[in-house]
């Protein structure tokens, strides 16, 4: 395992807009990506990392919001209700933090590294990393849905 570079914004915004590709084969190279991915995202204690924030433009996200690590790949959103504003950060916009409105509740399909076809449900906090983190997969940041940025303890800065 090894730490993989996260891709800050400022730096390369380019390749964090793309949209990513489907993984068609688990094979030994995406079996290492997630295990770096998870490594990289415990390192900078991220609750979540999307492959392109790593500069590899595949539809795969790692979670882990305290309940133990999500790994999904290919994520799709099938089923969202309700709305919640809450505050967002990310590794690759590091010192910003933003509200966004994102659904309560999501149900996302996807892929497990075993290659098991799954769904996780997700409310809260759960939902929000998803939503976040399948964003990334389509070449979108939160700081693109900012409602109003905020200090890291949530107090409002005013303006976007
Ligand atoms: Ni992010």
Same mark, same amino acid.
């Given at each position: 395992m090894a730490l993989r570079n996260v891709l800050i914004r400022d730096d390369d915004n380019e390749t964090l807009r793309k949209k990513s590709r489907e993984i068609t084969e688990i094979n030994e190279k995406i079996l290492t990506l997630i295990e770096d991915m998870k490594e990289t995202m415990y390192a900078q204690n991220g609750v979540g990392l999307a492959a392109p924030q790593v500069g590899v433009l595949k539809r795969l996200i790692v979670i882990d919001i305290g309940d133990g690590p999500i790994v999904l790949i290919?994520? #799709?959103? #099938?089923y969202q209700k309700g709305s919640q504003k809450e505050m967002e950060g990310c590794l690759s916009v590091p010192g910003v933090w933003g509200i966004v409105e994102r659904p309560t509740h999501v149900i996302v399909r996807g892929t497990t590294p075993e290659g098991e076809e799954v769904e996780v449900e997700g409310e809260g906090l759960l939902a929000v990393a998803l939503c976040h983190e399948i964003d990334h997969l389509n070449g979108t940041l939160y700081t693109d849905k900012v409602i109003e940025y905020v200090d890291q303890d949530g107090a409002a800065k005013g303006g976007k």
């Amino acid at each position: 395992m090894a730490l993989r570079n996260v891709l800050i914004r400022d730096d390369d915004n380019e390749t964090l807009r793309k949209k990513s590709r489907e993984i068609t084969e688990i094979n030994e190279k995406i079996l290492t990506l997630i295990e770096d991915m998870k490594e990289t995202m415990y390192a900078q204690n991220g609750v979540g990392l999307a492959a392109p924030q790593v500069g590899v433009l595949k539809r795969l996200i790692v979670i882990d919001i305290g309940d133990g690590p999500i790994v999904l790949i290919n994520p #799709v959103i #099938v089923y969202q209700k309700g709305s919640q504003k809450e505050m967002e950060g990310c590794l690759s916009v590091p010192g910003v933090w933003g509200i966004v409105e994102r659904p309560t509740h999501v149900i996302v399909r996807g892929t497990t590294p075993e290659g098991e076809e799954v769904e996780v449900e997700g409310e809260g906090l759960l939902a929000v990393a998803l939503c976040h983190e399948i964003d990334h997969l389509n070449g979108t940041l939160y700081t693109d849905k900012v409602i109003e940025y905020v200090d890291q303890d949530g107090a409002a800065k005013g303006g976007k």
